[in-house]
């Protein structure tokens, strides 16, 4: 699901907290008030989630919480746009909340953050995406439960490509072209993000490569990414690019408004485009950035965790057992009703009415075809190494081979930390 709808990057909700060395209390929210009242058990228990943009998530999440009966559940509805910053400070504090909303990352596992699902997810383990099981697994033990998956591609508007006699492209060199044919002076061709920070990793992926390798090794660092970063410095200086656009990419207003004619987001955005474009507009995956590479959807979404230091250990995972697993009704609602996600169970994804028909089937075909997952060895610190090297051979020209060895070095140091 998107970012609150105040131009929060969203980025900043995708990547992984640097570790758990934040410090400080967090400091209460605007409308963060739950369910403070009904539990027959007596247990309080409290939730963490950020501010989704899309209208009635909040409503949803404490409607859910509401129903339950064996716990008094109150959410904490964070509004402030440093989710992230916020939720590890205060893990480190004793207003920490027994549940939270993340994304799987093993500095949580390694420092005793998390608690082990294993027991409540085995019994359904077979119902769930492979893919997710594996991103949360560390020693064959799963960590968290995976609420929505988000598959993320290019949107582009029909109509457009139609009258600048445009394709779909099916490489970056044709993405490229395609910008420019669409670029006048009152629309561009294409959008990315402000940053680009979204697609490195669907550039990595459709040059044949991936971040780590199933050693946990450097596996980025290729000639073929060095070519799509060369191909996306083209791109920037193009002038064919929207930079500097009102929202994030997360938002699909620049491609509902008209600013550009091709924009990088998520299958949540697909209702709201929808409503504004009717039916003048259509998806594909990151082009191969090579012609030995691969289309490549980035998969982002949100699981829920239980805090290994919380005095209600089971408790929380009992709730969450009964809403992530037991409650099919709720998880098919949360992940369709506000804005399109795929759920992570293989028999609600195949059953989704609304995921059936028109660009949403399309959507979930590419994820199914295409689809890349985090991996939970991939850190925050790893993410900013790759996002300089953007910063350093994208938006300023250093030398790809020099900024992927610098690259290297923070990524080996990570790597070691945590591999050994």
Request: charged share 20%.
């Amino acid at each position: 699901m998107s970012a609150m709808s105040n131009n929060w990057d969203r980025r900043s909700i995708f990547r992984a907290a640097a570790g758990l060395s934040a410090a400080g209390a967090l400091t209460a929210c605007g409308g963060n008030t739950g369910r403070s009242s009904g539990g027959s058990s007596g247990t309080n228990l409290t939730q963490y989630f950020h501010a989704y943009g899309e209208a009635g998530t909040e409503q949803a999440i404490k409607k859910y919480a509401k129903a339950y009966d064996k716990a008094n559940v109150t959410t904490q509805w964070i509004t402030s746009a440093d989710f992230e910053s916020k939720l590890f400070a205060t893990l480190l504090t004793k207003n920490a909340p027994d549940l939270f909303e993340f994304h799987p990352q093993i500095q949580m596992i390694k420092s005793g953050q998390v608690a082990d699902l294993t027991d409540i997810i085995e019994p359904v383990k077979a119902d769930f995406n492979p893919a997710d099981i594996k991103s949360h697994t560390v020693d064959g033990k799963i960590y968290g439960v995976r609420m929505i998956d988000d598959p993320q591609f290019f949107f582009y508007r029909k109509s457009m490509l139609e009258q600048a006699k445009v394709e779909v492209p099916t490489t970056l060199d044709e993405l490229m072209e395609a910008a420019a044919k669409l670029t006048t002076n009152k629309v561009k061709g294409l959008y990315m993000g402000n940053d680009l920070h979204n697609v490195i990793r669907p550039m990595i992926w459709s040059a044949g490569a991936d971040t780590l390798n199933e050693k946990n090794e450097i596996a980025y660092h290729t000639d073929g990414v060095i070519e799509g970063i060369k191909k996306m410095r083209k791109l920037f200086t193009s002038g064919d690019l929207l930079l500097g656009a009102p929202t994030e990419s997360w938002d699909p207003s620049s491609l509902n408004q008209g600013l550009c004619a091709i924009q990088f987001c998520g299958m949540w955005a697909m209702p709201g485009i929808q409503a504004a474009l009717g039916d003048d507009w259509g998806v594909f995956p990151f082009p191969k950035t090579i012609d030995s590479g691969k289309p490549s959807v980035y998969n982002g979404g949100w699981s829920m965790f239980v805090n290994a230091k919380s005095e209600n250990v089971e408790a929380a995972k009992e709730y969450v057992k009964w809403l992530w697993i037991d409650q099919k009704e709720y998880q098919e609602d949360w992940a369709t009703s506000y804005g399109f996600h795929v759920p992570p169970r293989t028999s609600l994804a195949q059953s989704a009415t609304k995921l059936k028909s028109g660009n949403a089937a399309e959507g979930v075909r590419l994820f199914n075809e295409f689809g890349h997952f985090d991996n939970i060895g991939w850190t925050q610190a790893m993410i900013t190494a790759h996002e300089d090297v953007f910063a350093n051979s994208v938006r300023k020209d250093m030398d790809p081979e020099a900024a992927l060895d610098k690259c290297d070095t923070a990524v080996n140091r990570e790597l070691k930390k945590l591999f050994g």
